[in-house]
């Protein structure tokens, strides 16, 4: 396919392979934070030539990840209610809450539908008018201006009967959360690629000014990764910290206005709860009172219970990039994709899932 | 989750500057044509234009420039590695 294919180009890989090892020219360690780059790099074999020197961390960018116990408690107890019918993406079925997951639910009778887009959630809202469907927003700002599309186009369509419970969150403010701590030394960020192409490259300047972290934008073909972490070596081996874009095709500096101006039509922002980060300020959109006739969280009076994450699970963290799966006694032993205790082995993106598919060590 | 592919657009319905307006697509996805819609997409697509599709929605119009200047970069630095470095 167009735009995939040449970037997937065999040849090219070697020589790549070759600038990396070329390029790291001193110890460095970098964050991947999104986990669509987790899976990518994983796929296409590139923790296995990552030269001597170069470690590579995954971050807090699975959205099933990093969504908290409470909210997945309020989910699970919620899909319960009688006349509410629940819309989700297919990652967020099987993560348990702490008392079994929206899989369970469904088989005992809760109406959970998996849904590709929000859009087809409104029209299950459309084909069920007996039913308040709510679709369950567990994204970045990747999906966020789909969601807010939604919401305006069921106030267009005068469709009563949608509603979405908002876990929305953003990208920036964990990461500062999680560099102000003293414990995690990192030299550089692989920004990601779709995120970046809402926020812009120049989201990240701030993080390159204030702590001085290389930051690279790429995309998640086998030559955009390496070219992403050839960028990065480079940066750290001259000392240097700027923002840099290998994704030209799909981001640019200042991201996408016309997503900007929908999502901020919807959302305001609002302190986030986040699996192993805690609260964070500013780091979730909630729905504007405006739209509060589409927020389920106001139509639906839905109180947060106070959960404790699953015991034993170091999912919490993994997301901070302080452990890594194998350092985990549930790693697959009592934690395995079949039977997944903690949402970092249901999630396709998870980073024990991954580690878990592709059998690291 | 951020997953979202680039798709080839063969049909266009809508209004970019009104909302109110259905803003959709048709995308051919591997031979298969498929309805996106164009609300969030930074840049209104021309035909022939492709997009990068998230949850059926397209959130950018490819730069094909971009892209090729992207690529061609690459290849010269293949190009320029020394033999024995491979």
Redesign the interface.
Known sequence: ????D??R?K??A???V??L??SVTRPLRVMEI???HTMAIFRNGLRSILPEGFTLISGP????CVTSASHMDAFISMAERPKVRVAI?G?LFRVPGSNGSLANASSRGAKVDIV?????ALELAVRNPEDLVVFLG???E??T??I??TI??AK?RNIKNFTVFSTQKVMPPPLIALLGDPELKIDGLLC????S??IGAGAYQPLADTYHLACVVAG?ET?DLL?GLILLARQVGQGVAKVEN?Y?????WEG????AR?VDEIFEPTDMEWRGLGTIPGSGLAIRPKYADFDAQARLDIVLPHTTEAKGCRCGEILKGKSIPTQCPLFNTRCTPQNPIGPCMV?S?GTCAAYYKYGID | MCLAIPMRVTKIEGNPDDFSSSQIATVDADGIGREIRLDVVDRWPELGDYVIVHAGFAIHTLEAVEAEANIRLLRELAAGMPEELL
């Open positions: 396919m167009k735009y995939l040449e970037f180009e040849g090219l070697r020589p790549l070759a600038e090892k070329r999104c986990g669509s960018g699975c959205p099933v993406f990652d590709y887009s929000p859009m087809d567990v994204g970045f990747t999906t201006p789909g807010a599309a305006l186009a267009n990601p690629g779709h995120v192409s809402i998640f030559t070219n290998t030209q095709r799909v981001v640019n996408n206005l016309r997503a929908m999630s993106e």
